[in-house]
């Protein structure tokens, strides 16, 4: 049986030293499992077996990487890599042992998450049945937004959904709207377990990070925002975000993204 395991980290101000990539390989070398090294900040990867390979990646301080573990033992093999991993980086979530109180605590202090700007925040996996469609979804999003104003923030979703589709491909929808009355930018993803029809050509989606921006929006918010969809536009980034299944990894990838070229404004 194959198991997928993933370790997701922070590049210290050391980079990934030689001698770290020698202790990854020969760790590495231990188990069955095949182990990629993903640099999320620069879209690279390579096999943790060939160190020239992982070098060329470049990794550089507070850029996200995270492990990809796969094979009979890639439980054993996370539990060993996660231990080396927190020793020589800054770990911010293992499927070995989650932790969403320090994942979290990482994630907000960290500045390679740090955006230049208040941000409301909320995941929620959804269990599919036959009477959740995208309507529906689009009414639970309205609602997490805010209660209060639900109501017109689904109306101006559903406005904005008869220009085009918001189904971007590799199975992300990216709903969207900029409305009066808001004061804070929001984001709400939901990670769904099976594929709902988003009622557009480019396939059905099983993630939908939706997008809540307040109007007028300063530059930096619209910045971030702009980073965000700009980026999903690369299937790499998607099946990033797709193939994640902690929400704690999940938040970190977004962030991420978002914050990339924005601390200075």
């Avoid at 690279?44 to 573990?69: F, P, R, T, Y």
């Avoid at 689904?154 to 085009?164: D, P, T």
Wanted: include cysteine; aromatic fraction near 6%.
């Amino acid at each position: 049986m194959i198991i997928e395991r993933r370790i997701t980290f922070v590049i210290g101000d050391d980079g990934f030293a030689v001698w770290k990539l020698t202790r990854l390989k020969t760790l590495a070398g231990y188990f069955r499992s095949v182990i990629i090294l993903q640099n999320i900040t620069t879209t690279e990867a390579s096999n943790s077996e060939h160190s020239l390979k992982v070098m060329s990646l470049g990794c550089k301080e507070n850029d996200l990487c995270q492990l990809w573990i796969e094979g009979s033992d890639a439980e054993l093999a996370c539990m060993v890599l996660t231990d080396f991993i927190a020793d020589q980086f800054e770990i911010v979530n293992t499927s070995h042992k989650r932790s969403e109180n320090y994942s979290n605590s990482i994630i907000k202090n960290h500045p390679t998450f740090h955006l230049p700007f208040s941000l409301n925040y909320y995941f929620e996996a959804i269990e599919v049945d036959d009477d959740i469609g995208k309507s529906i979804l689009m009414s639970k999003i309205s609602t997490i937004f805010n209660k209060v104003m639900a109501q017109s923030l689904l109306a101006a979703m559903l406005k904005r959904e008869k220009i085009s589709s918001t189904g971007i491909g590799n199975g992300i929808a990216i709903p969207h709207i900029m409305i009066e009355g808001i004061t804070k930018p929001a984001i709400v993803v939901l990670r769904l377990d099976k594929p709902v029809d988003w009622h557009c050509n480019r396939g059905k989606i099983t993630l939908i990070i939706a997008m809540l921006i307040p109007a007028p929006a300063s530059l930096k918010v619209v910045k971030a925002f702009t980073q965000i969809s700009r980026a999903l536009l690369d299937p790499v980034n998607c099946n990033f975000l797709t193939s994640t299944i902690e929400p704690e990894a999940i938040k970190a990838i977004v962030l991420h993204i978002m914050a990339r070229n924005n601390r200075t404004l």
